[in-house]
């Protein structure tokens, strides 16, 4: 059997609030070509189809659009799950129509979760088993207990996300007796030592276990793990069949220079045979960064380049440059035909920044400031969204009381 690996599509993401339908459309244009170029019986979407839990009508009609384009292909299967960044329930809503196409939908955990084990026939045969386990949210896994320390709550998620992954594993040995077919475990989540990138709106899973998700969660009896949330193709634990195979389109400008890729598995039995494939770029991104001349003559390049390039720029100059973005405008505004090719999404001014830091504190000093000012006071100048900031100030809280927490342990 052969499968392509995907995950983190985020379709209707946005990037510094350019709409970006034209770069997903291409990416999945390019998918159901590949699909028919690789001959492709099975398609595994590892979460993060949409961006929000609340798709525009353009993400959803695209999502759909692209499902229905592949009853006339090889491909015989698609597996999805939910991932954090999607609305189980939305997923899960048409899940029974779209059966009908053989598209298997898991948008939320089930209770049993041998309920989430797919069984996969061509020709009245079985051929294949998928443990689709979506993104496992704190409530699907415990009931969270009074007074409880934050050790003892990450230890019992991850007692609970192993023992939950564990329970499909199970099922679908049972399920494949003496078959000669591979179980293939499917999971969204944040495996230890992952690598991320700045900017790839990559969010905390679970707080406190961030990034301590180890390969031993995932059972043996998986012949291969599909894993989504992080955006760099990875191996987990160093293991060539636990991977992420990273997010098709540069979720932002931290991603640049990065070659995407898609995983494509071939099946000797239950043996995995991996090949990358890699994905193209669909909108050509760049980041700038440098003094004025040398920002003005990397812009010129592209310029000269003529093709469509979305650029972030930061300007770590010595002089500061309060115009910095009406300069930059005005350069491109003198190039013919720049503004069209040539667009600008974000202009980063660290001297500038410095020097409103600077202005901010005043004659205070650190140690007239309390933590918490100093840290509300540099959020203030971050070029982060309001959501962003929110997200930040309870986990700078929740850093600050588990220090205060050790704190008192030590000292009793």
């Known amino acids: 059997m052969r499968v392509l690996h995907t995950s983190d599509w985020h379709l209707g993401r946005l990037l510094y609030g350019q709409k970006r339908h034209h770069e997903f459309a291409a990416w999945l244009q390019w998918l159901q070509q590949t699909l028919v170029a690789e001959q492709i019986e099975l398609l595994l979407i590892a979460g993060d189809i949409f961006d929000t839990n609340t798709p525009g009508n353009l993400a959803q009609q695209q999502y759909y659009q692209f499902l229905a384009r592949l009853v006339d292909t090889s491909c015989r299967h698609v597996v999805v799950v939910g991932g954090n960044h999607d609305s189980p329930s939305f997923l899960d809503a048409p899940a029974g129509l779209l059966k009908a196409i053989n598209v298997h939908v898991v948008g939320e955990a089930r209770d049993n979760p041998a309920d989430e084990v797919v069984s996969l026939y061509h020709q009245g045969q079985l051929e294949a088993l998928v443990c689709a386990v979506p993104y496992l949210r704190e409530r699907d896994l415990r009931q969270v207990e009074a007074y409880e320390q934050a050790a003892d709550k990450d230890a019992k998620i991850l007692q609970a996300i192993a023992a939950h992954y564990q329970a499909t594993a199970t099922h679908a040995e049972q399920l494949r007796g003496e078959h000669d077919i591979p179980i293939i475990g499917m999971g969204h989540l944040f495996a230890t030592g992952g690598a991320v990138q700045e900017g790839d709106g990559v969010r905390d899973l679970y707080v406190g276990s961030l990034g301590q998700v180890p390969a031993s969660v995932f059972p043996a009896a998986f012949d291969y793990t599909a894993l989504g949330h992080l955006h760099v193709a990875q191996q987990v634990a160093q293991n060539p069949t636990i991977r992420y195979c990273g997010a098709p389109v540069a979720m932002g400008f931290g991603e640049v220079g990065q070659q995407k890729q898609v995983l494509r598995i071939d099946f000797a039995g239950r043996e995995p045979s991996i090949t990358p494939i890699e994905v193209p770029e669909f909108q050509a991104k760049a980041r700038i960064r440098g003094d004025m001349p040398s920002i003005l003559a990397e812009l010129d390049t592209l310029v000269q380049a003529q093709r469509s390039v979305w650029i972030e720029i930061d300007y770590i100059g010595e002089a500061a440059v309060s115009d910095l973005r009406q300069r930059i405008a005005d350069h491109l505004e003198s190039k013919s035909g720049a503004e069209s090719l040539v667009r600008v999404l ?50 700078h809280q929740e850093v600050v009381q588990r220090l205060h927490e050790e704190d008192t342990r030590a000292d009793s």
């Open 346 to 395: 974000r202009v980063r001014n660290r001297q500038l920044r410095r020097q409103s830091m600077q202005r901010e504190i005043g004659e205070d000093t650190l140690a007239q400031l309390s933590l918490e000012d100093v840290f509300k006071r540099r959020l203030a100048l971050s070029e982060l969204s309001p959501e962003q900031q929110h997200r930040m100030c309870e986990l």
